[in-house]
């Protein structure tokens, strides 16, 4: 019998130096949550944290158990002001899948995986090539010789991509870029009833955008992932308009925030290990590795949510029915039990892929090939292009508070 709710509330007031939404250096209080409170409840955000593999792991894999519907609900709840926003403006969506769960997510996924094949986005490689190409040079052409990885290159490569995937126009990028920032600070950030004002408006256009993606390929189909989705529906493929357009309304946030941040905190740390970023440099069949092990240690998604279903435990602390439940995989992935001196950056590391930075089980992310793709064709360009690369000296990298998405707001470069 574990430790019941009220006496793990109790052990958790000090929260052994954890704080949810701060993400500069989250790793050393993630170790005393190893070591001192592996399962804790903390106050703050009504959530036990859990911070060991195994414990993390397990609950990712019982899904029944632990469900993820509230996945994507706002962490601060909405203020009537917000929500009159969304009814008036008839933003009727939540999740294209990661919050849906079986029958329904079975049978939506089934479908999504027909149209989302990895030989889909495997032909989009030499694509990503030519516009990963065109952006460094275009950070060079500015002749400074120096630039930010993530407003030159991160922030438009992932973007063009998916885009070009799902079938949305170019021009669209900054809006949709903007609107998905929107998403993620809406439901993840720390915001007051008028904070969150703008970013309701910003849905709303978001999801009409989503909706129209649908109206249109059914008039104008064309080669991309909206024609083929419509296309299985008519097939006879169980799938409605809504739920195509919940999934683009997904894909077109989780299919290059994510990346974005993949490929800056890939930059980041292979500079920061500069004897890394040499090895690559040398030898580029070393970038699939490194990419893991930047999954591993600094991975773009740190923390991710569940709901227990029923009474249960974790790793001997009992769960009441209907407890929030944040699995902190940014820890996991450090915990030393299964991934020797955790700490240490090694791209050579045999098991790194064994992180949990994209979820594990039923909802184990959909688009984690196509991400790792463009990472690893961004890093052969630019050790191809700029092998003198170097980190700004001086310029401290801070990253956003957020209790899920760890994004860093500038990745300075010299070369
Ligand atoms: C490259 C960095 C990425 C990271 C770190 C990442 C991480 C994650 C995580 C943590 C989950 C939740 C897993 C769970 O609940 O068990 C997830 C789910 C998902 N991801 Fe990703 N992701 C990335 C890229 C992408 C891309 C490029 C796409 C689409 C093109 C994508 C689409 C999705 C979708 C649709 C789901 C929901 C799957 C489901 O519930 O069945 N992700 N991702």
Known sequence: ???????????????????????????????????????MWDDRINMFVVSRYEDVKGVFEDWETFSSKDAQSPIRPL?????????????????????????????????????????????????IRDNADRLIDEMIAKGMNEGDI????????????IFALIGVPTDMIDVVKEWATSRATLTWADLTDDQQVPHAHNMVAYWDFCQSLVANAKVNPGDNLVTDLVNLQSAGEEITDHEIASFLYSLLFAGHETTTTLISNSVRQL??????????????????GAVEEV?????????????????????????????????????????????ADPDKFDIGRENARNHLSFGFGIHYCIGNMLGKLQTRVALEELTAKLPTLKIKEGVQIDFG???SFRVPLTVPVVW
Do not use: C
């Open 1 to 39: 019998m574990g430790a019941t709710a009220t006496e793990t509330k109790a052990f958790g007031k000090d929260y052994h130096g954890f704080e949810p939404f701060k993400l500069n250096d989250p790793f050393p209080s993630y170790k005393e949550l190893r070591e001192e409170a592996p399962v």
């Open 79 to 127: 203020g009537a002001a917000a929500k009159k926003v969304l009814s008036d403006g008839n933003f009727t969506t939540y999740s294209g899948l990661s919050a849906r769960i079986p029958p329904e997510h079975t049978r939506i996924r089934a479908v999504a995986t027909k149209a989302f094949t990895p030989r889909r986005y495997k032909v989009l490689e030499p694509f």
């Open 150 to 161: 993530l407003t030159d290159l991160a922030y438009d490569l992932p973007t063009i991509t």
């Open 271 to 288: 500079l920061i290990h500069s004897e890394s970023w040499d090895a690559i440099v040398e030898d580029p069949a070393k970038i699939p």
């Open 295 to 339: 999954l591993r240690t600094a991975g773009s998604i740190v923390a991710w949510r569940r709901t227990a279903e029923r009474d249960a435990t974790i790793g001997g602390v009992d769960i009441p029915k209907d407890s929030k439940v944040l699995l902190v995989m940014g820890s996991a992935n450090r915990d030393p039990q299964v991934f």
């Open 401 to 403: 508070d957020n209790l």
